[in-house]
């Protein structure tokens, strides 16, 4: 086989074959196949895109181009949730202790934030002690003892959609659902899930602003999950406006405690009870959503959440204290209130602006090698269609360094105020299954 060859096919719209996918990514990933006859490649499945049998084999080839997490020692059906990003999401702090609170195991592998988006681990650092620097042997034991457990991403998982996704980068070819799709399901089932629950944002804020293409998204991962034998749904969900009220480590934190005890934003709960229904229906605990649902709602009244959560800190070194107590939680030198420049309807809240803006508070990572802050960043006070008077706070920042005229001025350019009278938007689109 010539690569060369491979390019011109697709380029013409041919349908390629699963050993001539298996040959580009091998190819690729030994650095057999030089990075200009892949970016032309990328460009050519760019604009011609790719069936749905080129797509599962796309995606289990880059599976098959690292190390794979082996989790058969987990007892039960495995879920794994990913979102596509978001601004404040702290859905997975709290999905995994109240799905686990039922009896389904939840084996989660979780990276660090970069940007504007955050990470699941930094989140949980602000927890002092906690650590998710365990062996592969003590999280699969802590994932059958407490069915829960997080762990840093480890080893060489799909390091042909590395190389791709940065190839992707600087070729104008990120923005293609096929290599979205296939990137994305490549690293969930590297990292062993059986079955996945997808919540694709759209919105301002989300990676695919429009509802028409997180559908889109949506339905090809649905499709590549489904055909390579691990059940996969999606929920297509808002990020016009970031979720809950708290973006910032420390915050989200105790955002989470607060929505495991029943007391959060009304959004976040709704989200997490959606999207927690799901996997408790995929991982076999229920047999319809509403049966899954009024599960988790005693999870919640009852405290089961809650005190699985507190036991899976305890069991990875975090101070169980801070769930009884948050304001042991790391807390920021100084709060300023950012008032409302005129009275009316708040129209707008562009998450990723907000997201940036928590960012140069030090909520988040610049770059690779920046040092996060735990404690600062950023309370909503007022969401979309919340009326606001001339002078009242729009939100809170929670920051270590007195001067943030830097932070105002980002997060004055994110909020819209309107005299017309403004509904929330829509959390939950869709389900596609
Ligand atoms: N996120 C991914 O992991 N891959 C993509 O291609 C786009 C977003
Ligand atoms: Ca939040």
Redesign the pocket.
Known sequence: MRMVDLIEKKRDGVELSKDEINFIIEGYTKEEIPEYQMSAFAMAVFFQNMSDDERAALTMAMVESGDKIDLTAIEGVKVDKHS??GVGDTTTLVLAPLVASVGIPVAKMSGRGLGHTGGTIDKLEAVTGFSVEITSEQFVDLVNKNKVAVVGQSGNLTPA?KKL?GL?DVTAT?NSIP??AS??MS?KIASGADAIVLDVKTGAGA?MKELRQAEELAKAMVDIGNNLGRNTIAVISDMSQPLGFAIGNALEVKEAINTLKGEGPSDLMELCLNLGSQMVVLGGGAKTLTEAREQLEEAISSGKALETFKTFLSAQGGDVSVVDDVSKLPTAKYKIDVQAKQSGYVSEIIADKVGVAAMILGAGRATKESVIDLAVGIELRKKIGDYVNQGEPLLTLHSNQENVDECLKRVYESYKISDEEVSAPTLIYKEIR
Do not use: A, E, N, Q
Request: overall charge positive.
């Open positions: 596509t990003g959609d996704y992707r990120v290599l979205i990137s994305i690293k990676f």
